[in-house]
């Protein structure tokens, strides 16, 4: 049996840069096209995820997705890695943003999993507004080291 040589790629583009069919490959509900830096993970040159993100005062996390046919190979905690480490490099103390309801069993592992690497100080989902309550989305915030 032959063991095939992976090559994964990671690429950051701003919106303006960033091909409108791509955006057409992926979930609107998880990326929305809305903010201003992408990351895109590629594998063996194929489009594989996405991560979106803005930084004005703060650091916003507005998505990540994982193509479906590529879930359940560490593909998400690599982006996920990736975009942390960066953040914390750049000197950002803390991470914003939300998560679908639905996907925070999947985003905890990943976060506890980096967080037992010393890469983060600590995460939380807080719904402390009413208007969280009966959301599909929640608050998400993960405190750098």
Do not use: H
């Not at 975009?83 to 905890?108: A, Q, T, Y």
């Not at 999993?113 to 993960?142: C, H, M, Q, T």
């Amino acid at each position: 049996m032959r063991n095939y040589l992976k090559t994964v790629e990671i690429m950051e583009l701003k919106r303006e840069e960033l091909p409108n069919r791509i955006l057409e490959e992926f979930n609107n509900e998880i990326i929305s096209g809305k903010n201003e830096n992408y990351v895109c993970l590629y594998e063996n040159g194929k489009l594989v995820g996405l991560l979106e993100y803005t930084r004005k005062d703060s650091c916003w996390l507005g998505g990540i997705e994982i193509k479906e046919e590529f879930r359940g190979k560490g593909y998400g905690k690599l982006l996920a890695e990736y975009f942390i480490n960066k953040m914390k490099n750049e000197g950002e103390r803390f991470i914003c943003g939300e998560v679908l309801r639905k996907s925070k069993l999947k985003i905890d592992k990943i976060l506890c999993e980096i967080k037992e690497k010393g890469i983060i100080a600590d995460y939380d989902y807080d719904d402390p507004f009413e208007e969280y309550w009966n959301s599909e989305r929640v608050p998400l915030y993960i405190y750098l080291k």
